[in-house]
């Protein structure tokens, strides 16, 4: 990518068709123009999608399973190479399955390289409202994740967006102490993303803006989101040594269609 500056959005959809249907997905992509989409929750296969993006290459892994999970990344330069889902080996040395299936068989990770970077869009297991897949995020997922991250950065750096399903601070949603030890908000969660900050990745949107009150996602109750009742759960993180090179990242809450909203950065 030769230009100087490069705007890249992530969004979790939840459900792509949905998004178009009610006229608000390319109407977005022409106000904001993104040089890269990452797109979670796209519950559809790429040919299901009648969208005509004429400016885009679009890049889709989707879920075995019709109209749940998904992601895809539409870039307006081909990259050099696709990669979709967590390696085999990594996947074997984490035995990643559990009694809700294989999420790596969700189409949840898709990776494109580029000339300078990577870039990652991900969309990480729920824990569900039980905890029932505590075990698989914390032992399985999260540290398989993490280790394809630094597999990808032994090679080149590692822009990584997508819906994490997890608050990671008290300021990432609006009522901590309500929420403590709440699906999103567990101690087990909150460490997986700590890892990856641990391991030198950096949180783009706290670079410009600190404290509460920010977030990506409202659940539908109870008027949350015109009250600001949200969670910070979908980031944008960059490898250590592309920190300086972000100029811009923010969060846009107006942009309406799904549960959650559109963040950003421009590097």
């Known amino acids: 990518m030769a230009k100087n500056k490069i705007k890249i959005i992530s969004w979790n959809v939840n459900g792509l068709?949905?998004?178009?249907?009610?006229?608000?997905?390319?109407?977005?992509?022409?106000?904001?123009?993104?040089?890269?989409?990452?797109?979670?929750?796209?519950?559809?296969?790429?040919?299901?999608?009648?969208?005509?993006?004429?400016?885009?290459?679009?890049?889709?892994?989707?879920?075995?399973?019709?109209?749940?999970?998904?992601?895809?990344?539409?870039?307006?330069?081909?990259?050099?190479?696709?990669?979709?889902?967590?390696?085999?080996?990594?996947?074997?040395?984490?035995?990643?399955?559990?009694?809700?299936?294989?999420?790596?068989?969700?189409?949840?990770?898709?990776?494109?390289?580029?000339?300078?970077?990577?870039?990652?869009?991900?969309?990480?297991?729920?824990?569900?409202?039980?905890?029932?897949?505590?075990?698989?995020?914390?032992?399985?997922w999260d540290p398989a994740f993490l280790e394809y991250m630094r597999k990808l950065e032994k090679k080149k750096s590692v822009i990584l967006c997508g819906d994490l399903n997890v608050a990671h601070t008290p300021d990432d949603l609006a009522r901590p102490k309500e929420n403590e030890g709440m699906k999103g908000f567990t101690k087990e969660e909150r460490e997986g993303i700590q890892k990856i900050v641990d391991a030198g990745f950096v949180d783009t949107f706290r670079i410009f803006t600190k404290g509460p009150g920010h977030y990506t996602w409202w659940t539908h109750f109870a008027n949350a989101r015109a009250r600001n009742v949200g969670w910070r759960i979908d980031y944008i993180f960059v490898s250590g040594k592309l920190a300086e090179k972000v100029k811009s990242a923010g969060i846009l809450p107006k942009v309406m269609g799904s549960d959650h909203c559109p963040i950003w950065i421009e590097i």
């Open 17 to 140: 068709r949905a998004v178009h249907k009610k006229g608000m997905f390319l109407p977005f992509v022409e106000k904001y123009r993104p040089d890269i989409i990452c797109l979670q929750e796209t519950k559809a296969k790429q040919n299901q999608s009648k969208m005509d993006l004429p400016e885009y290459e679009e890049y889709w892994n989707s879920a075995e399973r019709p109209g749940y999970s998904g992601t895809a990344i539409f870039t307006k330069e081909k990259p050099l190479f696709v990669t979709l889902n967590l390696p085999e080996d990594i996947v074997e040395k984490y035995n990643l399955k559990d009694g809700y299936g294989d999420p790596n068989a969700e189409g949840r990770i898709i990776a494109l390289e580029y000339k300078d970077f990577y870039v990652v869009s991900v969309y990480t297991p729920n824990a569900k409202d039980d905890l029932s897949r505590i075990p698989l995020r914390h032992q399985q």
